[in-house]
């Protein structure tokens, strides 16, 4: 059973700093990659950053710059670094794990980032 644990949300204000992090248990397959995504109220979720297990890493232009997205193998852990907070970075952020095969994606619970003074 493929579980995925979020923490590390909350307030913070214009310009602040916030590192979410994702613990993932139960994988004991091939994964495609890791990636966070978010979704606002009344909007889509929308994909933020994903990273291979190669490294290789993609962000969404509106966050390039801003967020680094990055993964502790050892502790199946996956990261989301995020510096110069705006507040149209407020959202739910969830973390996403893609299965290589067969393909499937898992979700986690969410966490709430609030970017506010």
């Keep these: ?3 995925l644990v979020e923490s590390g ?3 913070v204000q214009p310009g602040g700093s916030l590192r979410l992090s994702c613990a993932a248990s139960g994988v004991t397959f091939s994964v495609n990659a890791m990636g966070w995504y978010r979704q606002a109220p009344g909007k889509e979720r ?3 950053a994903t990273i291979t297990p190669g490294g290789n890493t993609n962000y969404v232009d509106s966050v390039k710059g801003r967020f680094t997205i990055s993964r502790e193998s050892a502790r199946d852990t996956l990261y989301l670094q995020m510096s110069s907070l705006k507040p149209e970075d407020t959202a739910v952020y969830y973390c996403n794990l893609e299965r290589t ?6 979700w986690g619970q969410g966490t709430q980032v609030t970017v506010s003074s």
């Design 1 to 3: 059973q493929v579980q």
């Design 9 to 11: 949300g909350g307030l």
């Design 46 to 48: 929308e994909l933020v």
């Design 101 to 106: 095969w067969p393909k499937a994606n898992f």
